[in-house]
């Protein structure tokens, strides 16, 4: 294990990756209710969307553990599942069969990108101040997740505000965020985890920490084949490209499909990897020679794109990677046998369902908010002070939060970026592929206006 993982010279121990996995998997396992909660509304069998999205989280997460040796899990990607049934399906018209072949084809597009070496020039393309406001863009936005999702911040007024404090859910968050803020500054070992688990068990006698209904695994199993490479059936790519007048439309939403995709998991490698040391100086010297496909970062890219489409195949949504990978890379997580973790726990999750969706946003919540504190220290390496540089950059750092959405924030700040350059008429120091990036960009938007 030693040998394979490379744990000391990574730094870490079979105790410490193992917390790590535990850590990540606890932050992510809402997706295994969630998402065929989500799915199923456009018709697709609740539980073979269950099993499917285990299934293809098992196989993206072992994927990147084991071929590229970094802590990442995947799974269905939130945001990427909304678009699929509510934009793809009900407003656009096309069936769920229709929509997994465009996530298969999405799939396919970012292999080749992948292994052309391109989703990698985009990264070297990226300024360095611009990478460190993702970075912290990307601490924001999960400490942000984690006040959304308990219910600590509301909308209920038009505009965002602290919920009263009326609700046991959100007196177990506060405990459960003191816990582990203690715990932290202790340098308690696993630190993380030891909240989570406390505070789901102390949601018990409160209320909070209860069961869900969900499918029996054998439900799930029987119902498996209604999804199980429906793409290739009738109703799939054959009928998506049937009908001519439809096919611009095909083409727009595969294509705002595969960029949200690319730069959601550009802006967490770049988020979480660079400041922990997963991706270090072999990935930089790779990039800077364009050293064929040798890295972590090459092999964590292809991870990544190859999970989208073999999940599309079982019958699920876009699989990414999950930014709540932070979690365990924050409990110390810097190798894939942190993702094996993840996956054994995905398989087991399979059997357990009914007691892994027990565990409440309360509990898991306060280690994300915590894990957004330790990233927001990239933009100590932002000149502020320097209009030009904090323009972009506060795009990059906090509209990708106030938006919801990675690939947002990375997209406006490469629209504003390029805007600053041409007033300062410096447009060589803007890369050519950061042109088109900002062209694509600009042109998804304008598409999603009138879709």
């Given at each position: 294990m030693e040998k394979f993982f490379k744990l000391k010279e990574n730094g870490t121990t079979v105790s410490t990756e193992c917390i790590a996995g535990l850590t990540t998997f606890f932050a992510m396992a809402y997706i295994i209710v969630v998402n065929p909660?989500?799915?199923?509304?456009?018709?697709?069998?609740?539980?073979?969307?269950?099993?499917?999205?285990?299934?293809?989280?098992?196989?993206?997460?072992?994927?990147?553990?084991?071929?590229?040796?970094?802590?990442?899990a995947q799974a269905p990607g939130m945001g990427l599942n909304a678009f699929f049934v509510y934009t793809v399906c009900f407003t656009l018209g096309f069936t769920w069969q229709q929509a997994l072949s465009m996530v298969f084809i999405c799939g396919i597009l970012n292999i080749i990108i992948t292994v052309t070496n391109i989703r990698k020039y985009i990264i070297k393309a990226i300024p360095h101040s611009l990478q460190n406001a993702i970075g912290g863009g990307i601490g924001v936005f999960i400490a942000y997740l984690g006040f959304l999702n308990v219910g600590i911040i509301n909308f209920d007024g038009g505009v965002p505000a602290l919920s009263t404090l009326n609700q046991p859910a959100l007196w177990l968050f506060i405990i459960g965020l003191v816990l582990i803020i203690i715990l932290q500054v202790l340098n308690v070992k696993g630190a993380i985890l030891i909240g989570i688990v406390v505070t789901t068990l102390l949601g018990i006698p409160m209320g909070v920490t209860t069961s869900t209904d969900t499918v029996s695994f054998s439900d799930a199993c029987a119902a498996l084949p209604t999804t199980f490479l429906a793409i290739f059936t009738a109703e799939g790519i054959g009928s998506l490209f049937s009908d001519v007048t439809k096919l611009p439309l095909v083409l727009i939403t595969i294509f705002s499909f595969s960029l949200s995709d690319t730069f959601d998991t550009i802006g967490t490698f770049i988020g979480t990897g660079r400041r922990s040391g997963i991706f270090s100086e072999e990935d930089e010297k790779s990039m800077e020679n364009n050293a064929g496909f040798k890295s972590k970062m090459d092999k964590a890219l292809f991870a990544d794109a190859i999970a989208t489409s073999i999940g599309a195949l079982i019958g699920t949504s876009n699989t990414t990677t999950y930014v709540e990978s932070a979690a365990g890379i924050g409990a110390g997580g810097r190798t894939g046998l942190t993702s094996v973790v993840v996956a054994l726990c995905f398989a087991i999750s399979a059997f357990l369902s009914t007691f892994i969706s027990a565990i409440p946003y309360a509990a898991t919540s306060p280690a994300l908010v915590v894990v957004g504190m330790m990233m927001v220290s990239s933009f100590a390496e932002i000149k502020w002070a320097d209009f030009d540089e904090a323009i972009p950059a506060f795009f990059a750092g906090l509209f990708m939060a106030l938006s919801y959405n990675i690939s947002y924030g990375i997209g406006t700040a490469f629209i504003f970026y390029c805007i600053v350059k041409l007033c300062k008429k410096k447009t060589n120091e803007i890369h050519p592929i950061l042109w088109v990036a900002t062209f694509l960009f600009i042109l998804n938007f304008v598409l999603l206006a009138f879709i």
């Open positions: 909660s989500l799915l199923s509304q456009s018709g697709m069998e609740w539980g073979a969307v269950f099993l499917a999205t285990i299934i293809a989280s098992i196989i993206g997460t072992l994927v990147m553990g084991l071929v590229a040796n970094v802590p990442y």
